[in-house]
């Protein structure tokens, strides 16, 4: 299966999840209530410092950094 997703979407399927999580976290980052290890497990990681890495891998700025950039 996951040789004829990467075929037909040109991405492989870890990546395509993770850009999912990751666009579903910065709707989410932008309630100020929610701290970041809230977000990390709504959106699927259940640990905050892997979430922060592919936060920034995905994005160029860790989970903060996006918060403040937003202010």
Do not use: C, W
């Amino acid at each position: 299966m996951s040789i004829l997703f990467k075929r037909e979407l040109k991405i492989n399927f870890v990546d395509y999840l993770h850009k999912i999580r990751i666009q579903k976290a910065q709707e989410l980052l932008k309630n100020q209530n929610l701290k970041t290890y809230q977000v990390a497990n709504m959106v699927g990681f259940s640990d905050e410092k892997y979430f922060s890495q592919v936060f920034k891998k995905y994005t160029g700025l860790t989970p903060s950094q996006f918060r403040e950039s937003l202010l």
